[in-house]
């Protein structure tokens, strides 16, 4: 059992950044990959970025790549996400996920946090 807390979120405006942690307690966290997904009013949960146990090689979706950056702290038992030059289409419930493996697919992440929301304005 994993359980995961999300914070970071807020209001920022279009061109700004904002830093997500995801911190996780219960079993050996640092086990688990851990994947980042957004929904957006009235659309679909979607995959963000997401990073392996080890680190290394991380996983972004086309639409944030060059923009965001995933990265763990193993030590701390938490993951980050680096949010850079946020636009309007941003805005979203951000989510942070562990699983067995590192996926763009929802479904093969088996714990979640309760998420947090970032709102980028014009």
């Known amino acids: 059992q994993v359980q995961l807390v999300e914070s970071g979120g807020g209001l920022v405006q279009a061109g700004g950044s904002l830093r997500l942690s995801c911190a996780g307690s219960g079993d050996t966290f640092n086990n688990y990959a851990i994947g980042w997904f957004r929904q957006a009013p009235g659309k679909e949960r979607e995959f963000v970025a997401a990073?392996?146990?080890?680190?290394?090689?991380?996983d972004y979706a086309g639409a944030v790549k060059g923009r965001f950056t995933i990265s763990r702290d193993n030590a701390k038992n938490t993951v980050y996400l680096q949010m850079n030059s946020l636009q309007p289409e941003d805005t979203a419930v951000y989510y942070c996920?562990?699983?067995?493996?590192?996926?763009?697919?929802?479904?093969?992440?088996?714990?979640w946090g309760q998420g947090t929301q970032v709102t980028v304005s014009l």
């Open positions: 990073i392996g146990w080890t680190g290394t090689n991380p």
């Open positions: 996920s562990a699983g067995y493996l590192m996926t763009p697919r929802a479904s093969a992440y088996r714990y």
